[in-house]
């Protein structure tokens, strides 16, 4: 069902490349402890736990358009539990809201979630696209008009939460200052490669290549501070093996089921209920996205649904751009609703469950659900406005 | 086209029900995919009957 020769176009290693390099960057970012020290800056700028809950929610959105979702909800939670065990206030709502916040910020930029890694890839779209795509501001905007006015839902949801903050102490010392250095120039280098002309002829994963030089050079450095192994191995053992290994099945499945003409069928199904109507399809492409999402992982759905994309818009005549772009976001949001509707969701319920807080679904569904509306209705008319019409 | 798209229906509901195992079950299925591409698939069917009679 996938011929052998059909292999090595099936495996995406751009999107194994970026993904395994980032993933170590980010564990050496974690150590150096630079994230809880931005954190600390930040509630030493907040005047009441209200503040606190948006600014935590807004700066984990801020990690999260460059570091994995489950990452982020790692290293901002901590920060948010113990400002809510120093003011004896329920943490509940504090953790959804830097969960939900960072699942939005993944479609944000190309490097903010393995989704947007894969959509890039299969676009070829660089860092800079993210921004300006085809003459336009991008999904970057989206995602950031529904984080606006997703902030804003959080601001009235602890719109009771007035008790000042008073001085934390002293900022978390960073242990080594080359880990954010490695993290600010892998992107500064993504944007780089994006702006190479044709003539150099890059290759297809150069992007990938990049985050990986750019981890072997944070390895070196941090083995040559500590000379310990383990200042290799653990950055290593950070990266998600079997995310990526998930990754190669599902390459090689949808590659099967491209080859033997699944994917144009479900397209061809897709353009009869569509109608012909390209806003039809789109708007059906993201309401299921966010329904599907919410149940199950995003990964698969989104390594599916773009061959299915590019065969569907191939029938209608139909620039894909709008139909991509709505499948990201809805896709992203989604997982929004439900505490098992993305990785982040239930790495923030276990982190409760070990603070001794049992996460009710009616107290997810209560901040999701809002949330997910809020940041998935304006872009969602965004998308169209400046895509589809 | 059929036998490629049950397989696939199968895999998603085996690592829906299955979570714990889901990139495991995604890669056999994955080889699956290839290794039926590798022994022409298609004619398996008409290379049994062939054998057998």
Known sequence: MLPVSELPGSLDFNVLLMIGGTMGIVQLFIDSRMPERLADQIMNRVPNVRWAAVSLSLFAGLISAFVDNVATVLMVAPVAVAVCRKLKTNPVPFIICIAVSSNLQGAATLVGDTT????????????????????RPAIFFAVELGAVLSALIIFFLFRREKAPISQSGPLTEVTDYVPTVLLVGTIALLICASFAPESWNLPAETNGILCCAMLAVG???????????????????????????????????????????????????????????????????????????????????????????????????????PLYFGLLSGATLGGNITPIGASANIAAIGILRREGYEVPNSDFFRIGIPFTLSAMIPAYLYIWMVYGI | MIPAAVLFVLTYVLMMTFGKYRPYIALVSGLVYVLTGCCRFRSFPAAWISMCC
Request: hydrophobic content about 55%; some cysteine.
């Open chain 1, 219 to 321: 390895l070196m450095t941090s083995f040559a501070r500590q000379k310990r192994p383990d200042a290799v191995t653990r950055p290593l053992k950070a990266i998600d093996f079997e995310t990526l290994v998930l990754l190669v099945g599902l390459f090689l499945m949808i590659g099967g089921i491209t080859h033997t003409g699944v994917v144009g069928a479900l397209a061809a199904l897709l353009a009869k209920l569509g109608g012909g109507s390209v806003f039809r399809m789109y708007t059906i492409v993201v309401w299921a996205s966010v329904l599907i999402s919410a149940f199950i992982d995003n990964i698969p759905y989104v390594a599916t649904m773009i061959p299915v994309i590019a065969g569907l818009a191939a029938q209608m005549g139909c620039d894909p751009t």
């Open chain 1, 116 to 135: 947007a890694i894969m959509l890039g890839s299969a676009l070829h779209m660089s860092f800079a696209d993210f921004f300006w795509y085809h003459g």
